[in-house]
Structures are given as C-alpha cells and as structure tokens.
C-alpha cells in the first residue's frame, strides 16, 4: 500500500483490511489527539487525558476489531448464533470508538479556542432553540449531572427539521441510536473514567470545568456543512 494512501487511513481513524472473503474488512486504529496531554489543565489533567485515550479508548478499538474479525468469520461460516451473540461487544465498542473519537475533536486548549463561544450561524441557532449559550450550558449540564450510570450528553442537530437538540445516550451508544437523523455537534463524556481521578464524586464541577476546553468551532464547522 502507498504511503499516501497509508497516512489517509491513519487520518480517518481505519486500520488494516483483513482479507475473509471478497469484501475487505475494515478495522480501526487509535486517533492521535489533536492536543497534548496535558494542555486541556486545569480543567481536565494530563494525567486522565493520556488514561483515558490510550487505555480506554484504545480498549474500545481493540475489543471492536476482535469482535468485528469475528463476525466476519462467523458470516463466512453462517453462523448465525454467533453473529447474534457478537452484536452487542460490536455496539459497544463501535460506539465507544466512534463517541471518544468525536469526544477529543470537541475539547481545545484555551490558548487554541477552547472556550469561545460560537459566532457563527450556529451561535444564533442556540439562542433560537435555547434561549441563550448560558441556557444551553446549563441545560447539558444538568442533564449530564442527572444522567444515571455511565453515559454522554450530547447537542445535536436534527437535519430533518433542522433542529437543535440536547440527548443523553447510556453506556457507549451512539448518537446516532436515538434516532437516524441526528448528528452530533457536541458530546460529553460523563463516565467516572472522564473526571474522577480529578473531581472524585463532583461531577457538577467536571460538568461546569469542561466548557472552559469546549471546541466550538468544532461544532459550528459541523453545523455549517449539514445547514450551509
Ligand atoms: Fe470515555
């Protein structure tokens, strides 16, 4: 495989093809964080951002290439039992690979924009559906802070009514599993691993810390290519 082509799978977050049959199947790599460690502190540590990209999330992308090499193996065998059985590590991990993955895009050191409010037309999206940023702010925090279990909270955007909307996911799902159209512009991780080396039990205060890293731009670039 060329170098070019090589590098272009890296970006996209694939791994290798593992070759069971006529289709290729696709695996998936660990991103690089487009940030150092450390360089989201003081409002989230160097030491939970390295943990938790390259224990956690890299746990997601091997367990999700185990599972995925499996069913592929049990597709050419039908197997169908076991393509059941294998659905729900596939969930999980896939949603776990693809929800951190949107998770690092979404945080930005301060000195790089972290922080800075949206400007854009998705600035004045917010205050139409919300009221205000502030309101909004305090809507996903209260609903991260509410959230029972491990979870995300998200703000996404309805591109069938071109809607904003705020959702909690449980576990690893995805966006996505609430409903078809939504696309996500912001999610916060509110699993124990994402603040309680820092918070302990103060969840609030990660959910109140972490939009002082928030990559609104992310989001707006987001919104802007879904409503130009
Ligand atoms: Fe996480």
Same mark, same amino acid.
């Given at each position: 495989m060329a170098l070019r082509s090589l590098a272009t799978r890296k970006a996209i977050g694939l791994g290798k093809s593992v070759g069971l049959g006529l289709r290729g199947l696709q695996t998936v790599t660990l991103p690089d964080l487009p @940030?150092? @460690?450390?360089?989201l502190e003081p409002a989230i540590s160097g030491e939970i951002m390295q943990l938790h990209h390259q224990k956690h999330h890299q746990a997601y992308v091997t367990n999700y290439n185990k599972a995925v090499e499996q069913l592929f193996q049990a597709l050419n065998k039908v197997d169908t039992s076991t393509v059941v059985q294998l659905q729900g590590a596939i969930k999980f991990n896939g949603g776990g690979h693809v929800n951190h993955s949107i998770f690092w895009k979404n945080l930005a050191p301060v000195h790089e924009g972290g922080g800075e409010p949206p400007h854009s037309s998705l600035g004045w999206a917010i205050d139409t559906h919300f009221g205000s940023l502030e309101a909004l702010i305090q809507k996903m925090s209260a609903e991260g802070a509410a959230l029972q279990g491990s979870g995300w909270v998200w703000l996404g955007l309805d591109t069938e009514f071109k809607r904003l909307v705020v959702e909690t996911t449980a576990n690893?799902?995805?966006?996505?599993?609430?409903?078809?159209t939504l696309v996500p512009l912001l999610g916060i991780d509110v699993?124990?691993?994402?603040?309680y080396l820092q918070y302990k039990n103060v969840k609030p205060d990660y959910l109140k810390n972490i939009w002082n890293v928030m990559n609104w731009k992310y989001a707006s670039d987001v919104y802007q290519k879904e409503c130009p």
């Open positions: @940030y150092d @460690y450390s360089a690893q799902d995805p966006l996505v599993t609430k409903a078809p699993w124990e691993h994402a603040y």
